[in-house]
T-cell receptor
Framework: DQQVKQNSPSLSVQEGRISILNCDYT??????FLWYKKYPAEGPTFLIS?????DKNEDGRFTVFLNKSAKHLSLHIVPSQPGDSAVYFC??????????FGQGTTLQVKP | DAGVIQSPRHEVTEMGQEVTLRCKPI?????LFWYRQTMMRGLELLIY????????DSGMPEDRFSAKMPNASFSTLKIQPSEPRDSAVYFC?????????????FGAGTRLSVL
């Protein structure tokens, strides 16, 4: 009964190229989505978010796209840098403050 | 500023023993969350508190797990008795408010190994 799914456990890209991380959700009540980034031996840190009333939110090299009809969101990182190598978690929320996270995708950016 | 502080960072224990994980949230934050990370299920919310009161404990796996928040600066997650399947990384997070737009700040986690 995973409400948030990240079907790709890992992704490897070359430095300077685009990284695209995908996330699917099943709960139609979600009205806010977030991406967190996690380095080894550290806790997750907030990266970017998007409200369900929008379809795109951009912050520097990071852009999140939301396709509500498909219940799909994606995180684009352009250009990718070696320091972006981390585990990325997407999460959905129905405005209760309770976040439902996916399993995470490990991104490796090769120099 | 100090972030969320968790202790211990690592805990190794034997099956059947009691385990207590500790968390100090960021000063001024009034919401506190306990999560568990496993490879299969990712980050799962176990329980969260608002103003020291448990709001949602539906993620607590079973009665062996309990959490308390006696004051605004301290929370514990206890497992008694522990089992090997409890082995995971446990994170504590805090936020300034309960709404979803209040960013959750995570501690570095406690890696629990139950032998």
């Amino acid at each position: 009964d995973q409400q948030v799914k990240q079907n790709s456990p890992s992704l490897s890209v070359q430095e300077g190229r685009i990284s695209i991380l995908n996330c699917d959700y099943t709960n139609s009540m979600f009205d806010y989505f977030l991406w967190y980034k996690k380095y080894p031996a550290e806790g997750p840190t907030f990266l970017i978010s998007i409200s369900s009333i929008k379809d795109k939110n951009e912050d520097g090299r990071f852009t999140v796209f939301l396709n509500k009809s498909a219940k799909h969101l994606s995180l684009h990182i352009v250009p990718s840098q070696p320091g972006d190598s981390a585990v990325y978690f997407c999460a959905g929320s129905s405005n209760t403050g309770k976040l439902i996270f996916g399993q995470g995708t490990t991104l490796q950016v090769k120099p | 500023d100090a972030g969320v502080i968790q202790s211990p960072r690592h805990e190794v224990t034997e099956m059947g023993q009691e385990v207590t994980l500790r968390c100090k949230p960021i000063s001024g934050h009034n919401s506190l969350f306990w999560y568990r990370q496993t490879m299969m299920r990712g980050l799962e919310l176990l329980i969260y508190f608002n103003n020291n009161v448990p709001i949602d404990d539906s993620g607590m796996p079973e009665d062996r797990f309990s959490a308390k928040m006696p004051n605004a600066s301290f929370s514990t997650l206890k497992i008694q008795p522990s089992e090997p399947r409890d082995s995971a990384v446990y994170f504590c997070a805090s936020s300034r408010g309960q709404g979803v737009k209040n960013i959750q700040y995570f501690g570095a986690g406690t890696r629990l190994s139950v032998l």
